[in-house]
């Protein structure tokens, strides 16, 4: 590779090799059928609460503030679980062992 033109296309092939891949590549995920409903507005007001609390503990690591974060995070792990449980019940509720549905 001692003229330019070598040297050029010795890069068009790398970079051909590089981007071909990417260009031809497959999602690795299937898109969901039915998405997700979105969170309560009471929840992600809280989840966003608990977001503000651990930065600030993160920035002045108040001894303080360490236990109402901890409250916090509690509190809204078990209204996220709730909420979530309730979905999977509306979920399974309509379905009908007999009917072979599932």
């Known amino acids: 590779m001692h003229t330019g033109l070598a040297i050029n296309i010795c890069v068009q092939n790398l970079s051909g090799a590089i981007l071909k891949p990417l260009a031809a590549s497959t999602p690795k995920c299937r898109p969901r059928d ?13 989840i966003h609460l608990q ?6 503990w993160q920035v002045t690591r108040d001894p303080a503030l360490k236990p109402e974060v901890n409250r916090q995070q509690r509190l809204v792990t078990r ?3 709730e909420w979530m449980n309730n979905q999977w019940s509306a979920t399974l509720e309509p379905l009908d062992p007999t009917d072979q549905l599932l």
């Open 34 to 46: 039915d998405p997700q409903p979105p969170i309560p507005d009471g929840i992600q007001d809280e």
């Open 51 to 56: 977001n503000r609390l651990q930065r600030q």
């Open 79 to 81: 209204w996220l679980n």
